[in-house]
Protein backbone atom coordinates (compact mmCIF):
# COMPACT_ATOMS: atom_id res chain seq x y z
CA UNK A 1 0.00 0.00 0.00
CA UNK A 2 0.94 3.56 -0.99
CA UNK A 3 -0.40 6.91 -1.29
CA UNK A 4 -2.23 7.22 -4.63
CA UNK A 5 -2.00 9.44 -7.65
CA UNK A 6 -4.88 11.33 -8.53
CA UNK A 7 -5.47 12.85 -11.86
CA UNK A 8 -6.92 16.17 -10.85
CA UNK A 9 -7.38 17.23 -14.79
CA UNK A 10 -11.24 17.14 -14.05
CA UNK A 11 -10.87 19.94 -11.35
CA UNK A 12 -10.54 22.63 -14.45
CA UNK A 13 -11.65 20.99 -17.83
CA UNK A 14 -14.65 18.32 -16.66
CA UNK A 15 -17.89 18.64 -16.25
CA UNK A 16 -20.02 19.19 -13.20
CA UNK A 17 -20.18 15.37 -12.26
CA UNK A 18 -16.49 14.77 -13.13
CA UNK A 19 -15.87 17.33 -10.64
CA UNK A 20 -17.85 16.15 -7.70
CA UNK A 21 -16.59 12.33 -8.24
CA UNK A 22 -13.06 13.95 -8.34
CA UNK A 23 -13.62 16.32 -4.91
CA UNK A 24 -15.14 12.66 -3.39
CA UNK A 25 -12.23 10.99 -4.33
CA UNK A 26 -10.00 13.05 -3.02
CA UNK A 27 -11.92 13.45 0.71
CA UNK A 28 -12.25 9.98 0.40
CA UNK A 29 -8.23 9.56 0.45
CA UNK A 30 -7.82 12.22 2.80
CA UNK A 31 -9.96 9.91 5.22
CA UNK A 32 -7.29 7.23 4.73
CA UNK A 33 -4.48 8.77 4.90
CA UNK A 34 -4.47 12.54 5.42
CA UNK A 35 -3.12 12.72 2.04
CA UNK A 36 -2.88 12.20 -1.64
CA UNK A 37 -1.09 12.95 -4.83
CA UNK A 38 -1.62 14.81 -7.88
CA UNK A 39 -0.97 14.77 -11.52
CA UNK A 40 -2.26 16.53 -14.21
CA UNK A 41 -2.70 19.94 -11.54
CA UNK A 42 -2.00 22.76 -13.76
CA UNK A 43 1.41 23.38 -12.53
CA UNK A 44 3.82 23.98 -15.33
CA UNK A 45 6.81 20.86 -15.15
CA UNK A 46 9.24 23.69 -16.76
CA UNK A 47 8.43 25.95 -13.52
CA UNK A 48 8.65 23.02 -11.28
CA UNK A 49 11.84 21.69 -12.70
CA UNK A 50 13.45 25.46 -12.62
CA UNK A 51 12.47 25.72 -8.94
CA UNK A 52 14.48 22.86 -8.29
CA UNK A 53 17.50 24.29 -10.11
CA UNK A 54 17.14 27.77 -7.63
CA UNK A 55 16.68 25.79 -4.63
CA UNK A 56 20.02 23.76 -5.56
CA UNK A 57 21.54 27.41 -6.39
CA UNK A 58 20.26 28.78 -2.86
CA UNK A 59 22.05 26.44 -0.69
CA UNK A 60 25.22 26.93 -2.55
CA UNK A 61 25.49 30.73 -1.75
CA UNK A 62 27.57 31.12 1.42
CA UNK A 63 27.05 30.83 4.59
CA UNK A 64 27.81 34.62 5.58
CA UNK A 65 25.13 35.14 2.96
CA UNK A 66 22.30 32.93 4.21
CA UNK A 67 23.17 34.17 8.24
CA UNK A 68 22.17 37.29 7.09
CA UNK A 69 18.73 36.01 5.80
CA UNK A 70 18.33 34.35 9.38
CA UNK A 71 15.21 33.27 9.97
CA UNK A 72 14.23 34.80 13.73
CA UNK A 73 13.40 31.74 15.85
CA UNK A 74 10.73 33.04 18.04
CA UNK A 75 6.67 32.11 17.74
CA UNK A 76 5.98 33.78 14.16
CA UNK A 77 5.63 32.84 11.10
CA UNK A 78 8.86 31.20 9.73
CA UNK A 79 11.28 34.01 7.14
CA UNK A 80 14.42 33.55 5.85
CA UNK A 81 17.54 31.00 6.33
CA UNK A 82 17.13 28.27 8.88
CA UNK A 83 20.33 26.22 9.32
CA UNK A 84 20.97 22.48 9.81
CA UNK A 85 19.20 21.42 13.39
CA UNK A 86 17.56 24.42 13.85
CA UNK A 87 13.36 23.34 13.99
CA UNK A 88 12.83 20.40 15.77
CA UNK A 89 10.21 18.93 14.49
CA UNK A 90 9.50 16.27 17.50
CA UNK A 91 8.67 18.98 19.87
CA UNK A 92 5.36 19.67 18.07
CA UNK A 93 3.68 16.47 18.16
CA UNK A 94 3.27 13.24 20.79
CA UNK A 95 1.60 10.27 20.92
CA UNK A 96 -2.35 10.49 22.98
CA UNK A 97 -3.19 7.73 25.52
CA UNK A 98 -5.46 6.41 22.38
CA UNK A 99 -2.16 6.03 20.37
CA UNK A 100 -2.54 8.79 17.68
CA UNK A 101 -0.72 11.63 17.35
CA UNK A 102 -1.64 14.99 18.59
CA UNK A 103 -0.40 18.40 18.78
CA UNK A 104 2.09 18.45 21.78
CA UNK A 105 0.23 20.55 24.33
CA UNK A 106 3.49 20.37 26.50
CA UNK A 107 7.02 19.63 27.34
CA UNK A 108 6.66 16.41 27.82
CA UNK A 109 8.68 15.01 24.68
CA UNK A 110 11.94 14.54 23.63
CA UNK A 111 14.21 17.08 24.31
CA UNK A 112 17.59 15.87 22.67
CA UNK A 113 16.28 15.14 19.06
CA UNK A 114 17.73 16.81 16.04
CA UNK A 115 16.66 17.07 12.41
CA UNK A 116 19.02 17.63 9.95
CA UNK A 117 17.96 20.07 7.13
CA UNK A 118 18.46 23.63 6.26
CA UNK A 119 15.56 26.04 4.66
CA UNK A 120 14.41 28.83 3.42
CA UNK A 121 11.35 30.28 3.99
CA UNK A 122 9.26 33.10 2.06
CA UNK A 123 5.61 34.87 1.45
CA UNK A 124 4.41 37.37 -1.17
CA UNK A 125 6.02 40.77 -1.25
CA UNK A 126 4.01 43.00 1.00
CA UNK A 127 3.31 41.25 4.01
CA UNK A 128 2.69 43.90 6.20
CA UNK A 129 3.58 41.84 9.46
CA UNK A 130 6.28 39.37 8.51
CA UNK A 131 8.52 40.68 5.65
CA UNK A 132 10.38 38.07 3.74
CA UNK A 133 14.31 38.90 4.94
CA UNK A 134 15.67 37.64 0.58
CA UNK A 135 19.26 37.32 -0.32
CA UNK A 136 20.82 40.32 -2.53
CA UNK A 137 20.25 40.03 -5.86
CA UNK A 138 24.10 40.26 -6.61
CA UNK A 139 24.47 36.91 -5.05
CA UNK A 140 21.87 35.13 -6.61
CA UNK A 141 20.47 37.09 -9.31
CA UNK A 142 17.21 36.50 -10.38
CA UNK A 143 16.14 34.34 -7.16
CA UNK A 144 13.68 36.89 -5.61
CA UNK A 145 11.61 37.72 -8.53
CA UNK A 146 10.86 34.26 -9.82
CA UNK A 147 10.28 32.22 -6.65
CA UNK A 148 7.89 35.28 -5.13
CA UNK A 149 6.51 36.52 -8.62
CA UNK A 150 5.84 33.20 -11.38
CA UNK A 151 6.51 29.98 -8.36
CA UNK A 152 4.63 31.00 -5.43
CA UNK A 153 1.48 32.34 -7.15
CA UNK A 154 0.92 29.09 -9.42
CA UNK A 155 1.48 26.99 -6.17
CA UNK A 156 -1.47 29.45 -4.50
CA UNK A 157 -4.06 29.20 -7.28
CA UNK A 158 -3.13 25.01 -7.17
CA UNK A 159 -4.13 24.89 -3.71
CA UNK A 160 -7.24 27.14 -3.74
CA UNK A 161 -8.35 24.37 -6.09
CA UNK A 162 -7.56 21.65 -4.17
CA UNK A 163 -9.48 23.48 -1.14
CA UNK A 164 -12.23 23.99 -3.60
CA UNK A 165 -12.41 20.15 -4.31
CA UNK A 166 -12.35 19.39 -0.46
CA UNK A 167 -15.42 21.84 -0.36
CA UNK A 168 -17.20 20.08 -2.49
CA UNK A 169 -16.74 16.57 -0.81
CA UNK A 170 -17.28 18.01 2.38
CA UNK A 171 -20.59 19.69 1.03
CA UNK A 172 -19.85 22.46 2.45
CA UNK A 173 -20.84 26.09 0.80
CA UNK A 174 -18.59 27.39 -1.81
CA UNK A 175 -15.89 29.66 0.11
CA UNK A 176 -16.15 28.07 3.24
CA UNK A 177 -12.44 27.32 3.19
CA UNK A 178 -11.20 29.59 0.37
CA UNK A 179 -12.86 32.52 1.69
CA UNK A 180 -10.33 33.15 4.82
CA UNK A 181 -7.86 33.13 2.57
CA UNK A 182 -7.98 36.42 1.42
CA UNK A 183 -4.58 37.73 2.66
CA UNK A 184 -2.63 35.60 0.61
CA UNK A 185 -0.27 34.77 3.37
CA UNK A 186 0.71 31.18 2.42
CA UNK A 187 4.70 30.38 2.81
CA UNK A 188 6.43 28.79 0.74
CA UNK A 189 9.75 26.69 1.51
CA UNK A 190 12.80 25.39 -0.23
CA UNK A 191 14.34 22.63 1.50
CA UNK A 192 17.25 20.94 1.10
CA UNK A 193 18.34 17.61 3.39
CA UNK A 194 22.90 17.38 3.23
CA UNK A 195 24.19 13.60 2.71
CA UNK A 196 23.58 11.72 6.17
CA UNK A 197 25.76 8.24 6.97
CA UNK A 198 22.69 5.53 8.07
CA UNK A 199 25.49 5.07 11.32
CA UNK A 200 23.67 8.42 12.64
CA UNK A 201 20.37 7.21 12.06
CA UNK A 202 20.44 4.28 14.12
CA UNK A 203 21.56 6.38 17.22
CA UNK A 204 17.58 7.06 17.35
CA UNK A 205 18.35 11.01 17.98
CA UNK A 206 18.65 12.19 14.55
CA UNK A 207 16.20 11.64 11.39
CA UNK A 208 15.99 14.02 8.14
CA UNK A 209 12.79 15.43 9.70
CA UNK A 210 10.65 13.36 13.05
CA UNK A 211 6.82 12.80 12.98
CA UNK A 212 5.06 15.57 12.54
CA UNK A 213 1.71 17.65 11.37
CA UNK A 214 1.84 20.57 9.54
CA UNK A 215 0.07 23.90 10.52
CA UNK A 216 -1.79 25.26 8.01
CA UNK A 217 -4.59 24.12 5.57
CA UNK A 218 -2.97 22.47 3.39
CA UNK A 219 0.38 21.40 2.29
CA UNK A 220 1.36 20.88 -1.43
CA UNK A 221 4.94 19.28 -1.25
CA UNK A 222 7.19 18.72 -4.51
CA UNK A 223 9.84 15.86 -3.90
CA UNK A 224 12.59 15.09 -5.89
CA UNK A 225 14.10 11.55 -6.86
CA UNK A 226 15.88 10.44 -3.28
CA UNK A 227 13.10 9.04 -1.40
CA UNK A 228 12.80 9.06 2.49
CA UNK A 229 9.38 10.26 2.94
CA UNK A 230 7.00 8.34 4.69
CA UNK A 231 3.59 9.00 6.43
CA UNK A 232 1.79 7.25 8.66
CA UNK A 233 -0.44 4.05 8.33
CA UNK A 234 -3.54 4.92 10.46
CA UNK A 235 -5.15 1.04 9.09
CA UNK A 236 -1.82 -1.28 9.87
CA UNK A 237 0.63 1.24 12.03
CA UNK A 238 3.72 1.61 11.08
CA UNK A 239 4.46 3.75 8.17
CA UNK A 240 4.04 3.78 4.26
CA UNK A 241 7.13 4.96 2.32
CA UNK A 242 5.77 7.61 -0.53
CA UNK A 243 8.16 6.06 -3.00
CA UNK A 244 8.94 8.98 -5.90
CA UNK A 245 7.59 8.20 -8.88
CA UNK A 246 9.86 10.07 -10.78
CA UNK A 247 7.62 12.24 -12.22
CA UNK A 248 8.88 16.17 -11.69
CA UNK A 249 5.01 17.46 -11.86
CA UNK A 250 4.02 15.14 -9.09
CA UNK A 251 2.65 16.79 -6.18
CA UNK A 252 1.31 15.60 -2.65
CA UNK A 253 -1.41 17.22 -0.79
CA UNK A 254 -1.36 16.70 2.94
CA UNK A 255 -3.94 17.69 5.04
CA UNK A 256 -2.89 20.32 7.87
CA UNK A 257 -3.54 21.23 11.67
CA UNK A 258 -6.20 24.05 10.73
CA UNK A 259 -8.17 22.18 8.59
CA UNK A 260 -8.32 19.65 11.15
CA UNK A 261 -9.22 22.25 13.81
CA UNK A 262 -12.11 23.44 11.03
CA UNK A 263 -13.67 20.19 10.29
CA UNK A 264 -13.46 19.19 14.08
CA UNK A 265 -11.41 16.52 13.31
CA UNK A 266 -13.84 15.24 10.53
CA UNK A 267 -10.69 15.22 8.38
CA UNK A 268 -7.00 14.29 10.26
CA UNK A 269 -3.46 15.49 9.68
CA UNK A 270 -1.08 13.69 7.46
CA UNK A 271 1.66 12.54 10.49
CA UNK A 272 5.04 12.53 8.16
CA UNK A 273 8.51 12.33 8.72
CA UNK A 274 11.65 11.63 6.94
CA UNK A 275 13.79 8.78 7.12
CA UNK A 276 16.06 6.33 4.84
CA UNK A 277 14.85 5.78 1.28
CA UNK A 278 13.22 2.32 0.92
CA UNK A 279 16.77 1.11 -0.88
CA UNK A 280 19.26 2.11 2.74
CA UNK A 281 16.89 0.95 5.09
CA UNK A 282 19.21 -2.15 5.93
CA UNK A 283 21.92 -0.44 5.10
CA UNK A 284 24.60 -0.59 8.71
CA UNK A 285 27.26 1.40 6.63
CA UNK A 286 25.90 3.89 3.51
CA UNK A 287 24.88 7.04 3.22
CA UNK A 288 21.69 9.23 2.30
CA UNK A 289 21.76 10.78 -0.93
CA UNK A 290 21.05 14.86 -0.37
CA UNK A 291 17.13 15.55 -1.11
CA UNK A 292 15.53 18.51 -1.79
CA UNK A 293 12.00 19.46 -1.20
CA UNK A 294 9.55 22.34 -2.19
CA UNK A 295 6.39 22.99 0.20
CA UNK A 296 3.55 25.82 -0.29
CA UNK A 297 2.15 25.67 3.21
CA UNK A 298 -1.64 27.30 2.43
CA UNK A 299 -2.70 29.38 5.28
CA UNK A 300 -5.91 30.98 6.49
CA UNK A 301 -5.60 34.62 7.09
CA UNK A 302 -4.51 35.29 10.43
CA UNK A 303 -7.07 36.84 11.82
CA UNK A 304 -9.96 34.39 10.10
CA UNK A 305 -11.08 32.38 13.06
CA UNK A 306 -10.59 28.30 12.56
CA UNK A 307 -12.69 27.10 15.59
CA UNK A 308 -14.90 24.00 14.21
CA UNK A 309 -17.80 24.29 11.57
CA UNK A 310 -21.02 24.14 13.17
CA UNK A 311 -21.87 20.89 10.75
CA UNK A 312 -19.41 19.36 12.11
CA UNK A 313 -20.48 19.78 15.88
CA UNK A 314 -22.89 17.28 17.05
CA UNK A 315 -24.27 15.83 20.29
CA UNK A 316 -21.87 12.22 19.28
CA UNK A 317 -19.03 14.48 17.95
CA UNK A 318 -19.14 17.64 20.42
CA UNK A 319 -16.55 20.51 19.94
CA UNK A 320 -12.67 18.93 20.34
CA UNK A 321 -10.73 22.92 19.54
CA UNK A 322 -11.32 26.37 20.76
CA UNK A 323 -12.39 29.07 18.85
CA UNK A 324 -8.76 30.34 18.16
CA UNK A 325 -7.51 32.58 15.21
CA UNK A 326 -5.12 31.03 12.74
CA UNK A 327 -2.23 33.26 13.80
CA UNK A 328 -3.30 31.96 17.33
CA UNK A 329 -2.21 28.80 16.42
CA UNK A 330 0.21 28.98 14.25
CA UNK A 331 2.46 30.96 16.58
CA UNK A 332 1.58 28.14 19.43
CA UNK A 333 3.04 25.35 16.79
CA UNK A 334 5.72 27.41 15.29
CA UNK A 335 6.81 28.36 19.40
CA UNK A 336 7.09 24.79 19.77
CA UNK A 337 9.65 24.17 17.19
CA UNK A 338 12.00 26.60 19.05
CA UNK A 339 10.37 26.65 22.71
CA UNK A 340 9.51 29.80 22.00
CA UNK A 341 6.45 31.79 23.07
CA UNK A 342 4.50 34.28 20.79
CA UNK A 343 6.36 37.55 21.34
CA UNK A 344 9.47 36.39 22.49
CA UNK A 345 12.09 36.06 20.18
CA UNK A 346 15.08 34.11 20.48
CA UNK A 347 18.70 35.65 19.32
CA UNK A 348 19.81 33.31 15.87
CA UNK A 349 22.96 31.54 16.63
CA UNK A 350 24.02 29.34 13.72
CA UNK A 351 25.33 26.08 14.43
CA UNK A 352 28.79 25.04 13.49
Given amino acids: MSVPVIDFSAFRNGTEKERRELANRLVDEFKKHGATRLANHGLIGDNIRKAYQWSEQFFEISKSEKEAIANVRDANPQRGYSYVGSEATSKANKRGEDGEFQIC ?12 KEHFDYARDGDPDFPTPWPSDASIPGFHDWM ?8 QRLARDVLTAIEIGLDLTERTLTGCMESRVDELRIQHYPPL ?3 KLKTGKIKRCHPHTDFGFITLLFQDITGGLEIEDRANGGWLPVVPTGEPTEVGVYISDTLVHKTNGHLKAAVHQVTA ?19 LFAKADRHAHIGPLSQFVTAETPQRFPNLTALELHNKRVGQLYDAKPGAATPVAASA
Fill in 197 to 199: STE
Fill in 148 to 155: EGVFLPEC
Fill in 105 to 116: EDDDVAQDLEDV
Fill in 277 to 295: PVSLKDKEDGVLPERYVIA
